[in-house]
């Protein structure tokens, strides 16, 4: 199965970025963007890929650990970016020290549990927290989507728990299809904390 670990920002949070998404879809250009759906908004602390059935029960004892070993910690989600011409982004202010460290922490739990995982070049200095918004096919001019997003500062939140998510790619072809992601397992932040199915 796919899998990553991830913060999930709460609904109330969402509810405020989906306004300002309302916006940025009426922007020019927004028609040939694939937008990611509510559902699939996430911060990716570490992405594992395919993982084998057999290695998911450690891997998720050992997100467990990280979990208890990482206190909980506050986050809001503001101001926007891109990656190159292909993506769109929002961002996060508030405690990202802790989420860097907890992303270490995911990415620790994967290497020592025998997923090879997606670690590419960023290293653990180059986390950046961020929510992928949209993608383009072809390089766009992100700048005025970037500009709507700059002036966007949602409500804080406190981060609770780290979660195993499972991704399912779209399979049936239809254009605009999502990928629909499923928690596996809520692990709470924090000593004493224990996993959630």
């Known amino acids: 199965m796919r899998l990553f670990a991830a913060v999930l920002p709460p609904e109330d949070a969402t509810a405020e970025l989906e306004s300002v998404v ?4 009426k922007l020019p ?35 467990e650990r990280a979990a208890r070993r990482t206190d909980p910690f506050e986050l809001a989600l503001r101001g926007g970016g891109r990656f ?11 405690e990202l020290r802790t989420m860097r460290l907890l992303a270490e922490r995911a990415e620790a739990a994967g290497r020592k549990a025998g997923v090879p995982g997606d670690r590419g070049d960023r290293g653990h200095h180059g986390f950046h927290p961020h929510l992928t918004l949209a993608r383009a096919r072809e390089r766009a001019d992100f700048a005025p ?53």
């Open 22 to 25: 309302d916006e940025l879809r």
């Open 29 to 63: 250009g927004a028609g040939g963007l694939r937008w990611t759906g509510r559902p699939g908004w996430h911060f990716t602390l570490a992405f594992y890929g395919e993982v084998a059935d057999e290695l998911v029960p450690d891997l998720s004892a050992r997100l």
């Open 84 to 94: 190159g011409g292909r993506a769109l982004w929002v961002g996060a202010t508030g």
């Open 145 to 197: 989507y970037v500009s709507l997003l700059n002036a966007f500062a949602g409500r804080t939140w406190s981060v609770d728990a780290l979660h195993l998510v499972r991704s399912n790619l779209p399979r049936s072809g239809v254009q605009g299809e999502q990928p629909r992601y499923e928690t596996q397992v809520r692990l709470p932040l924090g000593p004493g904390a224990g996993a959630q199915e």
